[in-house]
């Protein structure tokens, strides 16, 4: 079955300094990854995702991610952290097409110290 | 604004009540989904429809719960004799069908059951 595991349900870094997300998913077959975020009380935007091709994924407002199947990880990164990064940030995964089939993870709050 | 639009954005009732959330897709995609997310957790699918047809149920769609898509276009979720462990926000998402597509979120529906 597949699964997500979020490591840190809070991350805070200083304006400026590199944002480092950690996702580890476990799926039986290739997975479909991706990575939201949720503003408050906002729903949830995708930031990007994986499918197959091209490991290193670039999203909207400078996030990447970079699938690495040998560490089953999916890692979001943006290099230099914006005050309106501050939000919630979900890593999902889906063995299957659709997104009923899409399991999500608990989430991470980062937090932006000016 | 053409995106997911939900109703009402937050919702208090008492234990036992009926409650019925609304959700309009964006206007040309055919398929629309529900998920719950409760503090602290990532969303949980619920069920999803393909135009009018509802085509799949979570194992966490109780009897208590209905969902309906009557034209296939805005859809209802109906949830009987209210319990506080219903309280969560509900989301509801649409896209064009193709699973290369992006799903569209709503702000969701925060419920509270007292």
């Known amino acids: 079955a597949q699964s997500v595991t979020q490591l840190g349900s809070h991350v805070s870094v200083s304006e400026g300094a590199l944002v480092l997300l950690r996702c580890n998913y476990s799926s039986s077959v290739p997975p479909y990854l991706f990575w939201y975020v949720q503003y408050p009380n906002q729903g949830l935007q995708l930031l990007l995702k994986y499918t197959t091709g091209a490991t290193l994924v670039k999203g909207i407002n400078g996030f990447e991610a970079e699938f690495k199947k040998s560490e089953t990880s999916f890692h979001l990164t943006k290099p230099s952290a914006h005050m309106s990064d501050a939000a919630e940030y979900f890593c999902a995964v889906s063995e299957e097409s659709g997104y009923q089939k899409v399991t999500f993870g608990i989430g991470t709050k980062l937090q932006v110290i000016p | 604004d053409t995106g997911v639009s939900q109703d009402p954005r937050h919702k208090i009732t008492k234990r036992g009540q009926n409650v019925t959330f609304r959700c309009d897709p964006i206007?040309?995609?055919?398929?629309l989904y529900w998920y719950r997310q409760t503090l602290g957790q990532g969303p949980e699918f619920l069920t999803y429809f393909q135009n009018e047809a509802q085509l799949e149920k979570s194992r966490l769609l109780s009897d208590r719960f209905s969902a309906e898509r009557p034209k296939g276009s805005f859809s209802t979720l109906e949830i009987q004799r209210t319990e506080q462990g219903d309280s969560a926000m509900y989301l509801c998402?649409?896209?064009?069908?193709?699973?290369?597509?992006?799903?569209?979120f709503g702000q969701g529906t925060r419920l509270t059951v007292v």
């Open positions: 206007s040309e995609h055919n398929r």
């Open positions: 998402a649409s896209s064009a069908g193709q699973w290369g597509t992006e799903a569209f």
